[in-house]
T-cell receptor, first 111, second 116 residues
Framework: TQLLEQSPQFLSIQEGENLTVYCNSSSVFSSLQWYRQEPGEGPVLLVTVVTGGEVKKLKRLTFQFGDARKDSSLHITAAQPGDTGLYLCAGARISNYKLTFGKGTLLTVNP | KAGVTQTPRYLIKTRGQQVTLSCSPISGHRSVSWYQQTPGQGLQFLFEYFSETQRNKGNFPGRFSGRQFSNSRSEMNVSTLELGDSALYLC???????????????FGPGTRLTVL
């Protein structure tokens, strides 16, 4: 059973479009992280959200942590080809910081 | 500052063989975690080492083992390889144990293992 469900699994869009990817769970997390992984590389941390309802912005990327700390979303405005990659969410349990990763959303932004 | 390095980057083995993967953490980082990444299961935690001691372990069979040296470099060993062990093996380093502190982890590029 996958603890963290990410959707969609694949997303292919044109440059300039907006998109949202989701990370959902029935479990409560103390914090949630988003990573981007490019081909041939390891994941790189984008953001960590820790408070229910928290919204963080990183240039054209907006991250939101659900009020109940069970879900999160990543919104990208005016996507660019450089945004192409695998976006992973990872949740840390309440009892410890052991991370559980979702399977990821593979985003392709076409020029 | 150099990032996390992993060697080798690519490896091809046959069923039944064993393999050893190496990870050098960022200078000053004392914690190393290992993950297996496959298309079907995603990124799954294998184990974490800090100060040469295993601090946390995932749900993998005993064929998967690891160790850490006094200079914080870590190795991971898989014995009696199976086809299902084909995966990208990632290591990540952090200053302190992630499982206790939530410190940021920095990932290496991974070792792509193919089992034939």
């Amino acid at each position: 059973t996958q603890l963290l469900e990410q959707s969609p699994q694949f997303l292919s869009i044109q440059e300039g479009e907006n998109l949202t990817v989701y990370c959902n769970s029935s479990s409560v997390f103390s914090s949630l992280q988003w990573y981007r992984q490019e081909p041939g590389e390891g994941p790189v941390l984008l953001v960590t959200v820790v408070t229910g309802g928290e919204v963080k912005k990183l240039k054209r990327l907006t991250f939101q942590f659900g009020d109940a700390r069970k879900d999160s979303s990543l919104h990208i405005t005016a996507a660019q080809p450089g945004d192409t990659g695998l976006y992973l969410c990872a949740g840390a349990r309440i009892s410890n910081y052991k991370l559980t990763f979702g399977k990821g959303t593979l985003l392709t932004v076409n020029p | 500052k150099a990032g996390v390095t992993q060697t080798p980057r690519y490896l091809i083995k046959t069923r039944g063989q064993q393999v050893t993967l190496s990870c050098s953490p960022i200078s000053g980082h004392r914690s190393v975690s290992w993950y297996q990444q496959t298309p079907g299961q995603g990124l799954q935690f294998l184990f974490e080492y800090f100060s040469e001691t295993q601090r946390n372990k995932g749900n993998f069979p005993g064929r998967f083992s690891g160790r850490q040296f006094s200079n914080s470099r870590s190795e991971m060993n898989v014995s009696t390889l199976e086809l299902g062990d084909s995966a990208l093996y990632l290591c990540a380093s952090s200053l302190r144990p992630v499982s206790n502190t939530g410190d940021e982890q920095f990932f290496g590029p991974g070792t792509r293992l193919t089992v034939l």
